[in-house]
T-cell receptor, first 112, second 115 residues
């Protein structure tokens, strides 16, 4: 158990819908990262937050957005869902940006 | 942009034998981190080993060791005395020290362990 929690574990929804994935970092970790693992794209970085501020963006679609709240938990919002958004979404956290990242168990999103 | 290449989609090893997984990367930076992550069927991402580029000594963690060749931009993982529990997908990853701290992953290598 890495100490990073993600909810829900599984999510099944329909095309066009909107979902929110939640991540609670390890106690004391200020930095949160979101990654997407899909068959087509492999494992790729989406976005990073540090102490509430967006720090880096990767291959994140405009339909996707994220934020980190004052209590340091983070949410990834996915809207206008398409079949291709079906993937495993990981959250990772670290104390500071240069420290080791610890991964949560992931949220499996299925878009039908 | 940095890239990571794992040229072996799948590897097999007999239990108790040794196997080496290959990884090459491309970067213009001189300082960075390299990692091997294990992803078992549970899908959890587990850090196996990490190497700091400025350290010449190859990292070792019990049965896992790396062969880091900085000039060749090569970072292979050797698993000794393979066990059934080693069966998983293994990802090589790169992390910059300068341009953000995201992990850049290779495509992965599926390791099968035969009893």
């Amino acid at each position: 158990d890495s100490g990073v929690t993600q909810t829900p574990k599984h999510l099944i929804t329909a095309t066009g819908q909107r979902v929110t994935l939640r991540c609670s970092p390890r106690s004391g970790d200020l930095s949160v990262y979101w990654y997407q693992q899909s068959l087509d794209q492999g494992l790729q970085f989406l976005i990073q937050y540090y102490n509430g501020e967006e720090r880096a963006k990767g291959n994140i679609l405009e339909r996707f957005s994220a934020q980190q709240f004052p209590d340091l938990h983070s949410e990834l919002n996915l809207s206008s869902l398409e079949l291709g958004d079906s993937a495993l979404y990981f959250c990772a956290s670290s104390v500071a940006p240069r420290d080791q990242q610890f991964f949560g168990p992931g949220t499996r999103l299925t878009v039908l | 942009a940095q890239t990571v290449t794992q040229s072996q989609p799948e590897m097999s090893v007999q239990e108790a034998e040794t196997v080496t997984l290959s990884c090459t990367y491309d970067t213009s930076e001189s300082d960075y981190y390299l990692f091997w992550y294990k992803q078992p069927p549970s899908r959890q991402m587990i850090l196996v080993i990490r190497q700091e580029a400025y350290k010449q000594q190859n990292a070792t963690e019990n049965r896992f060791s790396v062969n880091f060749q900085k000039a060749a931009k090569s970072f292979s993982l050797k698993i000794s005395d393979s066990q059934l529990g080693d069966a998983a997908m293994y990802f090589c990853a790169y992390r910059s020290m300068e341009y953000g701290n995201k992990l850049v992953f290779g495509a992965g290598t599926i390791l099968r362990v035969k009893s």
